[in-house]
């Protein structure tokens, strides 16, 4: 490889310097062509070396500065020759179109790419912003790990053009190829813009002017992180410009002055860019170039040819940078408007850089270069480089950072949506189907109603893949029977839910359930890779619920009224209930939750009331003893408990109800001498916390043997064990265990007797009518002559009348109540 070059300034004639110029080529021969000149005398001097040298392929692009020898020339023209001895050269010209990466292939297409081409000198009139990205994705695409170097036009006073063989264009792109199977290369790009800190985001600008920087004045954020809050001179902005974008792709602005309360940048920014503070300092360049230059050496190229930004001529004292390449070969070049560089994998274009592609034809001779020393070294462009590569693995690790989080985050969504044990959308996803329910639409919720059995008989892990298979299962006759019209859901444990369209009848639909449901209780359900499980059965029942059967109700009702109806058609043991069916019990409803509303503000308000009935000696007549019974007071009315008991019975609001009224009692009857009783439920006896605050109660009085609870005998004791245990413990106090209701209908004599009551009430239903049912009266006898086996006083309740009272006493009753005596009083202090 041969190498020459000329320089012709402005004011000296190319004809003559031209015709002066001796240049002896052998083979294929290259001359690029850079130069301030119009494109008409452009096109002269091209003539003049395809008359001079016939063979040879001219390229060039226009260029007010030039590199000849590392030194850098100003309004010329540059003719870099050379003379390849083993490679081929191919060259093209693509005009620029609407679709730049079609541009790139008909350039690629037309170059005729080898198999040994080894590189591509590509010059461009111009590479907008927009189209850059794309034809650089063209090149990669097209002509993957080919490598291809070059640069833009510059704009000079004479216009902008590229050049190829005698002709110039605008709005083109020419390239030329070297094949060769000697030519080796090695290229290099040098960037030191370095990012500094955050990202920001431009949050208000016109055109070159930004105002405002995340919604903060963009002074105020140079000030804070360049002056520490305090103002900082605008020429020391201009050392910390505003950078856009990554290395691939770097954009600097220049802050220049200060305009409107903004920053008049050297290049327009948009609302919306994300931009960073950069810095550069021209020896960190040097350092680069050096440290570069020294390792280019042991590669002995025999020419350099550099593209290098025209911007760096603004921090880049002469051609500092230059002459450490020019100490390794020959460095000749040009400054361009954005630079091609390949990194070895890919093209990138860049800006503000400094690229070269260093080449030698054949093998590099056995002698090694001799060393060179090329100015001072400092550590300043090493720190930079650690503290750029330090934040570089920091934004990577944010960004894996992030990346984890986004992943935790959707799975967290997709969990959140999606039942874990079948895989189905939940009960979120259902509602929101829900919301769009039409009126031939149905909703149709499906219990497992054995679920717990077969946990219990064969274990969790045998209940789960029962799961797993009867939702499968429900999925098949979903797609077989409503292929395209129905979805099914998971919205609780053993619970599915299902939507679908059907024009056919509620009982239509009932009946269809229920022979799918008799053929799948008799499906084996025998989990697979489970041997010592030979059979599982299954029970189901469900509830539906009709869009035009409640065109009112909202989302949330009508997946409630499916469930209340496969509730109900649990309890009463049937397989399907329609919601429909189940209107009459709205009103039920409403006046039970009308209840539970009216206790509740009794209870949260202290507006619980304690009644007191008297309890008589028998014949004497005199006041034995209170019976507190609860009432409640709302907007001025006192409520009786068999108005509200029954509907709260069960929840919590009973329990606090009962732990208040106890407290009233006893704060109402703690300074009086009279005995009282409270009555206790089967309920009261179950829970720890009343319990608990009974106990204190008891204690907290002088005279424990005062008070009695009433233990109300009934069927829905299911513990006696643990009931006589509590009974027990209260007698230990000094408190009296007290039967009420007892000969009611149901009454378990066995039971009674281990519970060794002190006072056994009978039944009003019975006394009532002593005075006229013959029957009642006699039984009343023999339930009295009982107690006094047992020990126990007894005590007629319901006296309402003379008779009543008179019969009572002959049958031998030790205490009288009823209304005939005393009726219930409030309870005041």
Same mark, same amino acid.
């Given at each position: 490889?041969?190498?020459?070059?000329?320089?012709?300034?402005?004011?000296?004639?190319?004809?003559? /310097?031209?015709?002066?110029?001796?240049?002896?080529?052998?083979?294929?021969?290259?001359?690029?062509?850079?130069?301030?000149?119009?494109?008409?005398?452009?096109?002269?001097?091209?003539?003049?070396?395809?008359?001079?040298?016939?063979?040879?392929?001219?390229?060039?692009?226009?260029?007010?500065?030039?590199?000849?020898?590392?030194?850098?020339?100003?309004?010329?023209?540059?003719?870099?020759?050379?003379?390849?001895?083993?490679?081929?050269?191919?060259?093209?010209?693509?005009?620029?179109?609407?679709?730049?990466?079609?541009?790139?292939?008909?350039?690629?297409?037309?170059?005729?790419?080898?198999?040994?081409?080894?590189?591509?000198?590509?010059?461009?009139?111009?590479?907008?912003?927009?189209?850059?990205?794309?034809?650089?994705?063209?090149?990669?695409?097209?002509?993957?790990?080919?490598?291809?170097?070059?640069?833009?036009?510059?704009?000079?006073?004479?216009?902008?053009?590229?050049?190829?063989?005698?002709?110039?264009?605008?709005?083109?792109?020419?390239?030329?190829?070297?094949?060769?199977?000697?030519?080796?290369?090695?290229?290099?790009?040098?960037?030191?813009?370095?990012?500094?800190?955050?990202?920001?985001?431009?949050?208000? &600008?016109?055109?070159?002017?930004?105002?405002?920087?995340?919604?903060?004045?963009?002074?105020?954020?140079?000030?804070?992180?360049?002056?520490?809050?305090?103002?900082?001179?605008?020429?020391?902005?201009?050392?910390?410009?505003?950078?856009?974008?990554?290395?691939?792709?770097?954009?600097?602005?220049?802050?220049?002055?200060?305009?409107?309360?903004?920053?008049?940048?050297?290049?327009?920014?948009?609302?919306?860019?994300?931009?960073?503070?950069?810095?550069?300092?021209?020896?960190?360049?040097?350092?680069?170039?050096?440290?570069?230059?020294?390792?280019?050496?042991?590669?002995?190229?025999?020419?350099?040819?550099?593209?290098?930004?025209?911007?760096?001529?603004?921090?880049?004292?002469?051609?500092?940078?230059?002459?450490?390449?020019?100490?390794?070969?020959?460095?000749?070049?040009?400054?361009?408007?954005? *630079?091609?560089?390949?990194?070895?994998?890919?093209?990138?274009?860049?800006?503000?850089?400094?690229?070269?592609?260093?080449?030698?034809?054949?093998?590099?001779?056995? &002698?090694?270069?001799?060393?060179?020393?090329?100015?001072?070294?400092?550590?300043?462009?090493?720190?930079?480089?650690?503290?750029?590569?330090?934040?570089?693995?920091?934004?990577?690790?944010?960004?894996?950072?992030?990346?984890?989080? !986004?992943?935790?985050?959707?799975?967290?969504?997709?969990?959140?949506?999606?039942?874990?044990?079948?895989?189905?959308?939940?009960?979120?996803?259902?509602?929101?189907?829900?919301?769009?329910?039409?009126?031939?639409?149905?909703?149709?919720?499906?219990?497992?109603?054995?679920?717990?059995?077969?946990?219990?008989?064969?274990?969790?892990?045998?209940?789960?893949?029962?799961?797993?298979?009867?939702?499968?299962?429900?999925?098949?006759?979903?797609?077989?029977?409503?292929?395209?019209?129905?979805?099914?859901?998971?919205?609780?444990?053993?619970?599915?839910?299902?939507?679908?369209?059907?024009?056919?009848?509620?009982?239509?639909?009932?009946?269809?359930?229920?022979?799918?449901?008799?053929?799948?209780?008799?499906?084996?359900?025998?989990?697979?890779?489970?041997?010592?499980?030979?059979?599982?059965?299954?029970?189901?029942?469900?509830?539906?619920?009709?869009?035009?059967?409640? &065109?009112?109700?909202?989302?949330?009702?009508?997946?409630?009224? &499916?469930?209340?109806? %496969?509730?109900?058609?649990?309890?009463?043991?049937?397989?399907?209930?329609?919601?429909?069916?189940?209107?009459?019990?709205?009103?039920?409803?409403?006046?039970?939750?009308?209840?539970?509303?009216?206790?509740?503000?009794?209870?949260?308000?202290?507006?619980?009331?304690?009644?007191?009935?008297?309890?008589?000696?028998?014949?004497?007549?005199?006041?034995?003893?209170?019976?507190?019974?609860? /009432?409640?007071?709302?907007?001025?009315?006192?409520?009786?408990?068999? %108005?509200?008991?029954?509907?709260?019975?069960?929840?919590?609001?009973?329990?606090?109800?009962?732990?208040?009224?106890?407290?009233?009692?006893?704060?109402?009857?703690?300074?009086?001498?009279?005995?009282?009783?409270?009555?206790?439920?089967?309920?009261?006896?179950?829970?720890?916390?009343?319990?608990?605050?009974? *106990?204190?109660?008891?204690?907290?009085?002088?005279?424990?043997?005062?008070?009695?609870?009433?233990?109300?005998?009934?069927?829905?004791?299911?513990?006696?064990?643990?009931?006589?245990?509590?009974?027990?413990?209260?007698?230990?106090?000094?408190?009296?265990?007290?039967?009420?209701?007892?000969?009611?209908?149901?009454?378990?004599?066995?039971?009674?007797?281990?519970?060794?009551?002190?006072?056994?009430?009978?039944?009003?239903?019975?006394?009532?009518?002593?005075?006229?049912?013959?029957?009642? /009266?006699?039984?009343?006898?023999?339930?009295?002559?009982?107690?006094?086996?047992?020990?126990?006083?007894?005590?007629?309740?319901?006296?309402?009348?003379?008779?009543?009272?008179?019969?009572?006493?002959?049958?031998?009753?030790?205490?009288? !109540?009823?209304?005939?005596?005393?009726?219930?009083? %409030?309870?005041?202090?």
């Amino acid at each position: 490889m041969l190498t020459a070059s000329l320089f012709i300034p402005l004011d000296q004639s190319p004809d003559q /310097r031209l015709a002066d110029f001796s240049f002896s080529a052998q083979g294929s021969l290259l001359i690029q062509l850079f130069s301030c000149e119009s494109p008409s005398q452009v096109e002269c001097l091209a003539q003049q070396l395809k008359r001079k040298f016939p063979q040879a392929t001219i390229i060039g692009f226009s260029s007010g500065q030039v590199i000849e020898q590392g030194d850098i020339h100003h309004q010329g023209t540059l003719l870099l020759f050379t003379d390849f001895h083993s490679t081929r050269l191919s060259c093209a010209l693509t005009r620029y179109s609407d679709n730049p990466s079609g541009d790139t292939q008909v350039l690629l297409e037309r170059i005729a790419i080898e198999a040994d081409t080894c590189a591509i000198l590509c010059f461009a009139a111009y590479l907008e912003m927009g189209q850059r990205s794309e034809r650089v994705r063209a090149f990669n695409h097209l002509a993957p790990g080919l490598t291809v170097a070059g640069g833009a036009a510059s704009e000079t006073e004479r216009g902008r053009w590229v050049l190829l063989d005698t002709e110039t264009y605008q709005n083109s792109m020419v390239a030329v190829a070297l094949h060769s199977s000697q030519l080796e290369l090695i290229t290099q790009a040098y960037i030191e813009w370095n990012p500094i800190g955050r990202h920001f985001r431009v949050t208000e &600008a016109q055109g070159n002017t930004v105002y405002r920087l995340n919604g903060e004045p963009i002074q105020a954020i140079y000030n804070r992180y360049l002056g520490d809050g305090q103002s900082v001179a605008l020429e020391m902005l201009h050392n910390f410009p505003l950078i856009k974008g990554d290395l691939e792709q770097q954009d600097v602005y220049v802050p220049l002055y200060e305009q409107d309360s903004g920053l008049v940048f050297s290049k327009p920014l948009a609302v919306g860019d994300e931009v960073r503070f950069s810095f550069d300092h021209p020896s960190m360049t040097l350092e680069q170039v050096y440290l570069g230059a020294q390792q280019l050496r042991s590669f002995q190229p025999q020419q350099i040819w550099v593209y290098n930004c025209i911007s760096r001529l603004d921090f880049i004292e002469d051609n500092q940078e230059l002459l450490p390449l020019q100490a390794v070969a020959e460095t000749h070049g040009s400054y361009c408007m954005g *630079e091609l560089w390949h990194d070895g994998q890919l093209l990138r274009s860049m800006s503000h850089s400094l690229t070269y592609i260093a080449l030698r034809e054949g093998a590099k001779p056995a &002698a090694e270069p001799e060393p060179f020393s090329f100015g001072h070294h400092d550590v300043i462009a090493p720190l930079f480089s650690l503290i750029r590569n330090s934040l570089s693995d920091l934004d990577e690790v944010n960004h894996n950072l992030s990346q984890k989080i !986004q992943r935790q985050a959707t799975m967290m969504t997709a969990s959140y949506r999606m039942d874990p044990r079948t895989g189905l959308p939940n009960r979120v996803v259902l509602r929101e189907k829900l919301l769009r329910m039409s009126d031939g639409d149905h909703l149709l919720v499906l219990k497992l109603t054995n679920f717990n059995q077969i946990n219990e008989k064969y274990g969790y892990r045998v209940g789960d893949k029962l799961l797993q298979d009867l939702s499968s299962h429900f999925q098949h006759y979903l797609q077989q029977h409503l292929p395209g019209r129905s979805e099914l859901f998971a919205i609780g444990v053993g619970e599915w839910a299902t939507i679908f369209a059907s024009a056919a009848d509620a009982d239509f639909i009932h009946l269809t359930f229920s022979k799918f449901v008799d053929q799948l209780e008799h499906v084996n359900f025998e989990p697979f890779g489970l041997p010592e499980v030979d059979y599982v059965s299954v029970s189901l029942c469900a509830g539906l619920v009709s869009r035009r059967d409640f &065109a009112d109700k909202t989302a949330d009702d009508l997946l409630l009224r &499916a469930i209340e109806a %496969r509730r109900d058609a649990y309890k009463h043991n049937r397989h399907f209930c329609n919601a429909n069916r189940l209107r009459a019990q709205d009103e039920v409803r409403q006046e039970r939750l009308g209840w539970l509303s009216c206790v509740s503000r009794a209870v949260l308000n202290d507006n619980v009331l304690v009644y007191a009935q008297p309890l008589y000696h028998a014949h004497s007549h005199q006041l034995a003893s209170y019976e507190c019974l609860v /009432r409640i007071e709302d907007e001025g009315e006192v409520i009786l408990p068999g %108005r509200f008991l029954p509907i709260i019975e069960g929840t919590h609001l009973y329990n606090r109800l009962s732990r208040q009224m106890i407290s009233r009692t006893f704060e109402l009857m703690r300074h009086r001498s009279e005995g009282f009783s409270i009555n206790l439920s089967p309920q009261d006896f179950m829970s720890e916390r009343t319990l608990i605050h009974l *106990e204190e109660a008891i204690k907290s009085l002088p005279n424990p043997q005062r008070v009695g609870l009433e233990v109300l005998e009934t069927e829905q004791i299911t513990d006696y064990g643990h009931m006589i245990d509590v009974c027990n413990q209260f007698r230990a106090l000094g408190a009296s265990i007290i039967v009420d209701d007892f000969g009611s209908g149901y009454s378990n004599i066995d039971e009674i007797v281990k519970l060794e009551p002190q006072v056994i009430k009978l039944d009003g239903s019975l006394i009532r009518n002593i005075d006229q049912d013959v029957k009642q /009266r006699r039984i009343a006898q023999q339930l009295v002559k009982l107690c006094q086996v047992l020990n126990a006083k007894t005590v007629a309740e319901f006296v309402h009348n003379q008779d009543v009272c008179r019969i009572s006493e002959e049958m031998g009753v030790d205490f009288l !109540q009823g209304f005939y005596l005393g009726a219930p009083d %409030r309870l005041k202090k």
